[in-house]
C-alpha cells in the first residue's frame, strides 16, 4: 500500500510580490523537510489580496487596480517557473495562489496555480467571487487534474461555501480537494467567531458528504483593518481534521494511504454508506409548484 503525505501552510502575506515569493519559496523547503508529496499555499499568497472596504470610484481602488496590472503574471509565468525549480528539487507538487494576468493585463482573475517538477499541472479561477468583481474576473470552468497519486481539484475559499462545486469535482473523480484561501476573522476574539469558524464547520461538511479528502491553506497575518483566521487543516473522508495549525505561520502535514482512507470511508464510514453512489439526481431538478401538484397521482 503506498502512502502519501499531505501538507498545508499557514502563510503571512504581504503586498510585495519579490517577499512573497521569498516566503513561499521557504515554506515548500519546510515541507519538504516533513518529506511533503503535495502542498497547499493560500490564495493570493504572491501578490497579496485587495482591501475591499473601499466604495466603487476612490482613488484606492484605481491605485490597488494599477498595483495588479504591474504585478499579475500568466500561468505560466516568472513565479511558476521559480516554484517549478523548487518543487523538482524536492519532487513535490504545489499550489500556490496568484493573481493572474490575462488580455494583456486588462482582465485579472484571482486563481491557484498547481505546479510540479516538470511544470504546471493546471490552474484554477475562482467561480464564486461577486465580492471581489471590481478587481477580479470570474472562472467559468472546473477541472480535474492528475496529481499522480489521486485525481484532485483546487478550489479558492468562496468557493468552499458552495456544496454543488465540490461535488461536481467528486463526480468527475477527484478524491483530494486543495482549497486555497483568505479566510478572514470578523473579530478579534478566535475563541468566539462565528465567521472564522465558518471555515471549519464548511470544510468537514464539504470533505464528509463527498467522503473525499479536502487541504485547506489560509493566510494567517494581522493587518490593520483584518485579521485572517488561519486554522491551515487536513480533513479526512470522514470529516475529521487529522491535521491543523493555530495562527501562526508554517507547515503542517499528514501520511496517509489516501485510496485505502477514500475506500474505508465509502464503506465502513457513516453506516456502510457511499453517499456518491446513493445520490438521487433524477429528483434533484427546480419545478414549479403548479408542475409538482400536476405530477401527483
Known sequence: MTET??????????????TNLQTILRLIDEAADQRADVLV??????????????????????EQKRYYFHESEPIPGPSTLAVQERAAQHGMLVQFGLAERALHGNLVFNSTALV????????????????????FG???????????????????CYDLAFPELARVFALQGATVLLMSTAWPMRGRDRDDDYHGASMDLAARANAFFNQSWLLVSNQCQVEEKLQYWGHSQIVDPFGTVVAELADEEGVISYTANLGEEILRARTAGFFGLNLLQDRRPEHYTLVSAQDHYRAEP
Open 5 to 18: 503525505t499531505l501538507a498545508v501552510a499557514n502563510m503571512t502575506v504581504t503586498r510585495d510580490k519579490a
Open 41 to 62: 499555499l493560500p490564495e493570493m499568497c504572491l501578490q497579496g489580496f485587495a482591501d475591499f472596504s473601499f466604495g466603487l470610484g476612490d482613488e484606492r481602488v484605481a
Open 116 to 135: 510540479g517538477p516538470e511544470g504546471v499541472v493546471g490552474a484554477y479561477r475562482k467561480v464564486h467571487n461577486p465580492a471581489e468583481s471590481v478587481y
Open 138 to 156: 470570474s472562472g467559468e470552468r472546473t477541472p480535474v487534474f492528475d496529481l499522480g497519486f489521486a485525481t484532485g481539484a483546487s478550489m479558492i
